[in-house]
């Protein structure tokens, strides 16, 4: 399992944590998320907490064949779609809106 913490303190505070729960199979960075985490990739899934003006290029090609990620998109945070992209097997993508429903702005390079 591998996790993104933009937040240095907040990163640091989750890696002591899961640490300290027995976690060993965990591993946080502090980064920005939004460039995911190519050298550990391809991931059969992806889960994005924060909305995002529209599905992230980078992590899309971090899915491996037939993965799937789910991001909440839109630019009114009152008014996001939770989005389900999933790889299929010739490369393509496909989309498919789950819910409505509201998130923190996605902050980054593609957020």
Known sequence: ????ERIGELARKAASNLVDAGYWNVHV???????????????DAILV???APDVPETLKSQLGQGGRMVVPVGTDPLAQ???????LEDGRFDREDLADVRFV??????G
């Open 49 to 51: 907490s924060a909305g």
């Open 1 to 4: 399992v591998f996790t993104i």
């Open 81 to 87: 779609e939770l989005v389900r992209v999933t790889r």
């Open 29 to 43: 960075r502090h980064d920005d998320g939004t460039k995911g985490w190519q050298e550990a990739g391809p991931f």
């Open 105 to 110: 702005p996605l902050i980054g390079e593609q």
